[in-house]
């Protein structure tokens, strides 16, 4: 770049030379002795410092010198004494550059344009060094100056449209390209570089209208399939398909150059002879042992390893191109480092060709087609898209070749991603299309648009595609038996190919029966049961999915490709369960494997296990840093897990920067929603259904988010019987409507019946009494901080009657930490007695739910309660549990806990009818199992046993509780809900206190 810019502005500029040039000096030049030649100009310049003939002269021998300091300082010196002389700052801005101080060579012209603003080679010159120095804005200047004078200057347009593009004013960088084009129409690079852009700011029919304007140079106008008429239909034609050459195999995309070297020998003594794609649809006749030999991509090795041995062995290739990834020089020359080093978790560096050498290659036989402009999957685009990728990757092989291409690669492999791909292919100019589908075909079975290959994979360590394709090593120990067989398949094979062409043709139920019928053959072919595999999860076939990976799995247990699918087959099963145990298989054998880590984790994250998938995703950040992966990944964990405030810290930047990111926006939705802000989730909800309004995700999303906001009525029955033969039996009624989905009306009404048969009822008081209440409340959320609820209405007691009212705040600071804290006046319903009696209770309680970390937490409750008899009740609830188990189907948290109450007098207690003991405490273990029927049913079982004891008790007795619940519509329109349990604990008045319950209840959403 240096030298460039040093040879335009000394080619656009000769400088004044004065008289008088000193002859020992002129004399010492010619002779290249710039040592003694420089002493005689220093000289005569500290003689006559106003020589600035002589301080130019000096200026260029420390220049050959390579001494650019001292030429600049040279300079300096001249600018003092000269300020006006603007060859001085256009030899300085030459001297700077090559010295590689593009800054200083900026200053520099920028003063010689201040001093001749209208001179056409010093504002080129500047806007040149102020693109080098990253100042494309300054650079556009200039060169609007220029154009102001000239607007036919092409050179100055073109810089000028690339300055703004640099510059990101791509607006008019479309504008300027578009006023070039319209004075150079034939210039096809530029065409090229307008469409880019176009496309960028998303005018991808003006782009595809650019590259049609230019496309006749390339578009064959008869562009028809000839049938093969002089050939035997039945001839079969091997199409390989290669990737990269290297003295060593980087990945199985690599085939080691002596390998190849031996391939193409074996061909070449067996008879065959390379033709191209084009010689099976033009007509002629073709040799007896054909064979077409093609690469993907276009790799650099390419040129520098296969190209010597095909010439070797006279054959020609045929390499499909990815027209993004070709640069102009080698210096430009790029690179991709997406393959993976197997075991190391290093990554291979795969170069690419550039265009002298696509150009020398095809001057010498070799043929030149389209893998797309940027290797996109094909299913995954609009038409108008698909024709972008096929009319710029033309152009650009035509633009910097000659070559008018009419061979087109599938990226991806994939011939049949979408049915108007064909008819573009057409449309556009090309005559055939390779897919990567497996197989050797006849000619008469042969699709010129879906031609079968077969794919070529190497023999690195890391090649996780052995058993689909073929790796060889052609020496004694392993003969050509391998290569062999894929040029002449057995029965199996046969069909193993045919299977795969019915795969690409989208024939999958055929394709599936195609490859049973090989593996009946063959049944411990692991290549056969992984195409299975495959072709069973394309045709949504589960049971075959996870047949052929477990097959494959008895056969090679160590196959590393064979675990993740089996893994992943298990996913598409939705046997999360199975396919956690298969990642942490392959994620204990292969630690280097970074994208495993991901899928890893989300299925911990399916499975609930929120811990587990955490701590997956920090060892990948030790492992690979931070990256969007992790992030995002994380946040949905930390979401899901009861941590929106973490979630929403990950999510912030990523929204910041793509505010429509469907998956980032899905999870702040289910953040949202945790952090208890139930109308901004709405709001949330909402965008991501109209950023992706077909999504799978969005059906589920909606119910989790909104089902607790619907309007809804319940109605259910209890009963509970006991020991001392009191038995309480209830009906409820109530509904829940939502004004928004933080704001609520509520109503309930609930009648107890109560009966006695023991002995704790002495007269005059009856053995059964009813209780009603009937209540109407409001609940606001005020924040993600404050909830609050309050309710009123009328309660009675047989003959008496009562208000009825309460309150209740909840308040959570933290996610981790939340409070509440509730105040009820009631009537003490305990047994037929304290209703007759009328005896009323205020109850006051608090309680504290703690989260230590995701799998521990804790749970505080005080009480205390007045009654109207002038007893009074107080209690303390502990507990600490911790997490056990969290699957997709099972729930399991285990701890301990511990109660103690006790009633201010305990004869008032027995006169009254209810059993007050001054004290009573309580220690036992607890489990709670959750089991999952499905995503809208559940059954939990909660089991608590240990020690309990009252003040008249001498000693601790064993009790404990059992209860099972069933919750069946969790997120239907109708919901059931059913639970039963049993009580058993010691008591001072009776060896023991038994009790039983049963509770239903049915709701109803609107």
């Not at 080619?11 to 710039?34: C, D, I, N, Q």
């Not at 607006?171 to 570089?193: F, W």
């Not at 909660?942 to 309990?948: A, E, K, M, S």
């Amino acid at each position: 770049m240096r030298l460039l810019i040093l040879l335009l502005v000394s080619a656009a500029f000769s400088f004044a030379v004065e008289t008088s040039v000193p002859y020992a000096g002129l004399k010492a030049e010619m002779e290249k002795r710039w040592v003694d030649a420089a002493n005689v100009y220093e000289d005569a310049v500290w003689n006559d410092p106003y020589r600035v003939d002589l301080y130019l002269r000096l200026a260029d021998i420390y220049a050959v010198e390579k001494q650019y300091e001292k030429a600049a300082d040279t300079l300096r010196r001249a600018i003092e004494v000269a300020p006006d002389r603007t060859e001085l700052y256009v030899k300085l801005s030459s001297v700077y550059a090559v010295d590689n101080k593009p800054e200083k060579a900026l200053a520099a012209i920028t003063s010689a344009v201040q001093l001749e603003p209208d001179n056409r080679a010093y504002l080129m010159a500047h806007a040149k060094i102020a693109n080098w120095t990253k100042k494309p804005k300054i650079a556009a200047v200039s060169l609007e100056r220029i154009l102001q004078k000239d607007p036919d200057d092409k050179e100055a347009r073109l810089l000028l449209a690339k300055s703004q593009e640099w510059a990101k004013e791509l607006d008019d960088a479309i504008a300027e390209y578009k006023q070039y084009l319209v004075k150079n129409p034939n210039d096809l690079n530029v065409r090229l570089a307008l469409a880019q852009l176009q496309y960028i700011v998303d005018d991808i029919k003006g782009a595809n209208e650019t590259l049609t304007t230019g496309f006749k140079a390339v578009f064959k106008e008869e562009n028809v399939i000839k049938l093969q008429q002089n050939n035997d239909i039945n001839q079969e034609v091997p199409i390989l398909l290669y990737h990269c050459i290297g003295e060593t195999a980087q990945n199985s995309y690599w085939i080691e150059k002596d390998e190849f070297s031996a391939q193409m020998q074996f061909l070449r003594q067996n008879g065959y002879e390379s033709i191209s794609t084009a010689d099976l649809t033009n007509g002629i006749l073709l040799p007896r042992k054909p064979v077409v030999i093609t690469f993907d991509d276009g790799c650099q090795n390419l040129y520098t390893e296969a190209y010597p041995i095909l010439q070797e062995n006279g054959f020609i290739a045929e390499i499909y191109l990815i027209s993004d990834a070709i640069a102009e020089t080698d210096t430009e020359r790029k690179e991709s480092s997406s393959a993976k080093l197997g075991e190391t978790g290093q990554y291979s560096v795969t170069k690419y060709l550039i265009w002298p050498e696509v150009k020398e290659m095809a001057e010498n036989g070799m043929i030149f087609g389209s893998h797309s402009k940027s290797h996109r999957m094909m299913s995954e685009l609009s038409n108008e898209d698909i024709a972008y990728e096929l009319m710029f990757s033309k152009l650009s092989i035509y633009a910097n070749t000659g070559v008018k291409t009419d061979a087109f690669s599938y990226p991806f492999g994939s011939g049949n991603s979408k049915r108007s791909l064909h008819q573009l292919l057409t449309k556009y100019g090309f005559d055939n299309a390779v897919a990567a589908e497996g197989g050797l075909d006849r000619l008469t079975d042969m699709d010129m648009l879906n031609i079968p290959r077969i794919e070529i994979y190497g023999a690195h360590p890391s090649n996780d595609r052995q058993s689909q394709g073929v790796s060889v090593t052609l020496d004694a120990t392993r003969p050509a038996d391998q290569f062999s067989a894929k040029l002449n398949p057995s029965a199996a094979e046969r069909l193993f190919q045919k299977s795969n062409r019915l795969t690409a043709a989208g024939a999958l139920n055929k394709a599936l029966a195609t490859i049973d019928e090989a593996v009946l053959l063959e049944p411990n072919n692991i290549r056969y049961l992984n195409t299975r595999l495959h072709a069973a999860g394309a045709a949504k076939n589960v049971n075959k999915t996870v047949d052929s990976a477990e097959r494959i799995y008895v056969l090679d247990p160590d196959n590393a490709t064979n675990i993740l699918e089996l893994a992943r087959s298990m996913v598409w099963e939705n046997d999360l369960d199975g396919a956690a145990r298969y990642y942490a298989y392959y994620y204990e054998k292969h630690p280097a494997d970074q994208e495993i880590y991901i899928e890893y984790a989300q299925v911990e994250m399916w499975r609930g296990d929120y811990a587990s998938s955490l701590e997956i995703l920090e060892q990948y950040k030790t492992e690979f840093g931070s990256d969007d992966q992790y992030t995002i990944t994380k946040a949905d964990a930390l979401a899901w897990g009861n941590r929106p405030s973490q979630s929403f810290e990950l999510l912030a930047p990523i929204l910041q920067k793509e505010p429509q990111d469907y998956k980032a926006n899905n999870i702040n939705t289910v953040a949202l929603y945790k952090h208890r802000e139930p109308i901004a989730a709405v709001a949330s909800l909402e965008k991501v259904e109209k950023i992706a309004p077909d999504s799978n995700e969005n059906s589920f999303l909606r119910k989790f988010v909104t089902t607790e906001s619907r309007t809804s009525v319940t109605g259910g029955l209890e009963y509970r019987y006991d020991s001392d033969k009191v038995s309480i039996a209830s009906a409820v009624l109530g509904g829940k409507y939502y004004l928004t989905p933080a704001t609520n009306l509520y109503a309930d009404w609930r009648t107890d019946h109560l009966r006695v048969s023991g002995e704790y009822n002495p007269e005059p008081f009856g053995t059964e009494a009813t209780h009603n209440t009937l209540h109407a409340g409001v609940a606001h959320r005020f924040s993600s901080l404050l909830m609050a609820s309050a309710y009123v209405g009328a309660s009675s007691a047989e003959e008496h009657t009562d208000a009825a009212l309460g309150v209740t705040l909840s308040l959570v600071p933290l996610d981790e930490l939340a409070f509440f804290l509730s105040y009820d006046h009631r009537y003490f319903v305990v047994t037929p007695k304290t209703v007759d009696l009328g005896l009323k209770d205020d109850a006051l309680r608090a309680g504290m739910h703690w989260e230590q970390s995701l799998l521990w937490y804790a749970d505080v409750g005080i009480g205390y309660d007045a009654i109207s008899d002038d007893n009074s009740r107080w209690n303390v609830d502990l507990s600490e549990k911790r997490v056990m188990l969290r699957s997709q189907y099972w729930g399991i948290d285990a701890g301990v806990s511990a109660f103690l109450y006790g009633y201010a007098d305990q004869s008032l207690g027995e006169d009254d009818g209810y059993y007050a003991p001054e004290s009573y405490q309580g220690y036992y273990l607890t489990g709670s199992f959750n089991r999952a029927l499905s995503g809208n049913d559940s059954l939990n079982l909660l089991v608590n046993g240990g020690f309990f004891k009252d003040n008249n008790m001498d000693n601790f007795e064993l009790g404990g509780s059992l209860y099972l619940e069933g919750v069946f519509g969790i997120y239907r329109d109708w919901m059931f809900r059913a639970s039963a349990g049993v009580d058993y604990s010691g008591r001072y008045y009776d060896t023991s206190y038994r009790g039983a319950s049963v509770q239903m209840y049915v709701t109803k959403r609107f």
